[in-house]
């Protein structure tokens, strides 16, 4: 039969206005957290990282926050630009070290 | 600095041909790996080194897949014989063992494959 793709989610945003991506994850185990951010043909790129020791971390217009008690991670983007328009990813090291597991993702749209 | 670099871009072939895709890490990384991306998949992991050597090909889908790395500076991974089920991008990315987050990978652009 005919296989069927992962729908993704997709967040539409007007310019200027905040972001926030969720992302759950499943191993209470894991103890290191990032996003991706993937471009249409691109590879994924580096966005943000937090250990779990931490419940928030700040970078340049992009802000992430980590609620380990129910296992839940999103990354806040502050006056989104048309640039933001990509697929974000959140991944973790529950593979291992080195081992970057990822999640299925977020597309986000940016109105202009 | 040249970021990493993935050849072909671009590939269409029969079922049942032979493929390889190659990769060129970013001079002075230790780390290389190998993802899959598709639709119904998502990003996986298909296999990583460090220094050369293969650590974890646990997400090899089978025996028709195979990976090397013959030196720091080149890494190949092989289809034989593909299938139309292998169509997919296919990503190399790199990374250093030091100095950044560790889950910090530089991902080259990918090789589009489609299996006919």
């Known amino acids: 039969g005919e296989s069927v793709g992962l729908h993704l989610p997709t967040l539409s945003v007007q310019e200027g206005d905040n972001s926030i991506i969720n992302c759950a994850y499943s191993?209470?185990?894991?103890?290191?957290f990032i996003w991706y951010k993937q471009e249409s043909g691109k590879g994924p790129q580096f966005i943000i990282d937090?250990?779990?020791?931490?419940d928030k971390r700040q970078g340049q217009r992009v802000t992430v926050l980590l609620n380990k008690t129910v296992k839940h991670l999103s990354l806040q983007i502050a006056a989104t630009q048309p640039g933001d328009s990509a697929v974000y990813f959140c991944?973790?090291?529950?593979?291992?070290?080195?081992?970057?597991?990822f999640g299925t993702g977020t597309k986000l749209q940016v109105i202009p | 600095d040249a970021g990493v670099i993935q050849s072909p871009r671009h590939e269409v072939t029969e079922m049942g041909q032979e493929v390889t895709l190659r990769c060129k890490p970013i001079?002075?990384?230790?780390?290389l790996f190998w993802y899959r991306q598709t639709m119904m998949r998502g990003l996986e992991l298909l296999i990583y080194?460090?220094?050369?050597?293969?650590?974890?090909d646990s997400g090899m889908p089978e025996d028709r897949f195979s990976a090397k790395m013959p030196n720091a500076s080149f890494s190949t991974l092989k289809i034989q014989p593909s299938e139309p089920r292998d169509s997919a991008v296919y990503f190399c990315?790199?990374?250093?063992?030091?100095?950044?987050?560790?889950?910090?990978?530089?991902f080259g652009e990918g090789s589009r494959l489609t299996v006919l």
């Open positions: 990315a790199s990374s250093p063992s030091t100095g950044l987050a560790h889950g910090e990978l530089f």
């Open positions: 191993n209470s185990a894991s103890d290191y």
């Open positions: 937090i250990r779990s020791n931490m």
């Open positions: 991944a973790d090291d529950s593979g291992g070290y080195q081992k970057v597991t």
């Open positions: 001079s002075g990384h230790d780390y």
């Open positions: 080194f460090n220094n050369n050597v293969p650590i974890d």
